[in-house]
């Protein structure tokens, strides 16, 4: 499946990549690390995980630019890598909070207010931590293809293809991660 050339700077920087300039390899990191590392640290759940997750998927990358097909983009091609890399991270980590763990953070993120309409009193911070901890208690398949799907943006069929399943699975995996997400998150939802 073709999804459309290089784009024109980045062919440039992984023509010299391929000839062995590290600069321009470097280059290449400093203009995807960001978006890299942003689906990292949604995958692995943690800052700590997200750099080396990152890390890892650049050093993949300089070790096989030579195999770059440059008919592609290059940011689909490290996203994909970083995305396997984190799949492959979850799987040997299998990620959870336990209730009392996830008790504690809970109770550390939340105001102690005690007021009848709680969730007026969260801020913004507090939200996203919130919203991050949903993300990590979802199993790593469900929590996969969510994010694919709702942070990367890639269509059923992209997910299906980047995992290797169907799109019926992905179309399940991720009905079943929003219900979660909902439930976990139902009362920062509620007006």
Sequence with gaps: MMVGSADSSDLE???R????DKRAFGDLVRRHQRKVYALCFRLGGSHDAADDLTQEAFIKAFQAIATFDESFPFTAWIMRIASNNALNYIKRQKFQVSGEEGEAILDSQTS???EDNPHENLNQ???DARYQK?????PPDFRTVFILRMHEDLSYEEIADRLKIS???????LHRARQRMASDLKDLLEP
């Design 13 to 15: 920087l992984i023509q």
């Design 134 to 138: 949903a993300l990590n208690a979802l």
């Design 112 to 114: 102690s207010n005690t």
């Design 17 to 20: 990549a391929k000839k062995g």
């Design 125 to 127: 911070q507090e939200i």
């Design 167 to 173: 799109v019926g699975t992905v179309m399940s995996r």
